[in-house]
């Protein structure tokens, strides 16, 4: 199944610029005030699932932040990031695979932040599995950022299926480890002018690294 799914998204990634995707956006300012919320002094390690071509980490690197990671399953998405980035994509830990199979360090992260990957699992085990990655790698007590379609958005993307959360059925998805500090929602313009619903978490995590 990974393969697959990395075949797709590279096909994706090979066929339409940046620009064209439709989870576009030249600035994700959400994310970033989501971010800054969690870790105001900018000292924290993060890591950006499903980052691709997206311009967070640029925007991470600018407002200081020494410990980036950015993971994708597209491993043309990230090239495309690496070579815009030039001399600073030293400074970044990249990640190329399906999230909830990767070789993550254990409890290195204060921020987990994924945009638009959790609502691809349509399968229970897979969600289980991405949950599991999340409490291996995150610190305990530290943030856990994620946006998903909320139930007014589209029911596909990019050709795939996708699951639809209200913010409270997305933060049960993550178990009563986590504590739900905050949730929202946005309405993002995709660049073909398309309005998508979506419902955003900001949880921070237990002590406890059981799931």
């Known amino acids: 199944m990974s393969d697959e799914r990395q075949k797709h998204?590279?096909?994706?990634y090979k066929t339409k610029l940046p620009t064209e995707v439709s989870w576009y956006r030249p600035r994700l300012d959400t994310s970033l005030a989501l971010i800054?919320?969690?870790d105001p002094k900018a000292t924290g390690s993060v890591i950006d699932i499903g980052g691709?071509?997206?311009?967070?980490?640029?925007?991470l690197l600018a407002r200081g932040y020494a410990e980036v990671a950015v993971a994708d399953i597209s491993a043309t998405a990230l090239a495309v990031t690496r070579e815009r980035l030039g001399e600073r994509a030293a400074k970044v830990q990249w990640h190329c695979g399906?999230?909830?199979?990767?070789?993550l360090p254990e409890a290195q992260y204060?921020?987990?932040h994924d945009r638009a990957v959790f609502h691809f699992l349509t399968d229970a085990a897979s969600r289980v599995a991405y949950v599991r990655q999340?409490?291996?790698?995150?610190?305990?007590g530290g943030h856990?950022?994620?946006g998903a379609f909320g139930p007014n958005g589209p029911t596909q993307c990019s050709g795939l299926d996708v699951v639809r959360y209200d913010a409270n059925a997305l933060h049960r998805e993550l178990g009563p480890g986590f504590e739900l500090l905050r949730q929202l929602e946005e309405e993002h313009t995709t660049p073909m002018g398309r309005s998508q619903h979506f419902v955003w978490c900001s949880c921070r995590l237990g002590?406890?690294?059981e799931r």
């Not at 998204?9 to 994706?12: A, E």
């Not at 399906?98 to 070789?103: A, R």
């Not at 999340?134 to 305990?140: A, H, K």
């Open 9 to 12: 998204w590279d096909g994706v």
């Open 36 to 38: 800054a919320e969690a």
């Open 52 to 59: 691709g071509e997206s311009t967070l980490v640029d925007d």
């Open 98 to 103: 399906d999230v909830t199979q990767l070789p």
């Open 110 to 112: 204060d921020i987990w």
């Open 134 to 140: 999340v409490v291996r790698s995150v610190r305990p």
């Open 144 to 146: 856990v950022i994620i």
């Open 207 to 209: 002590a406890s690294r």
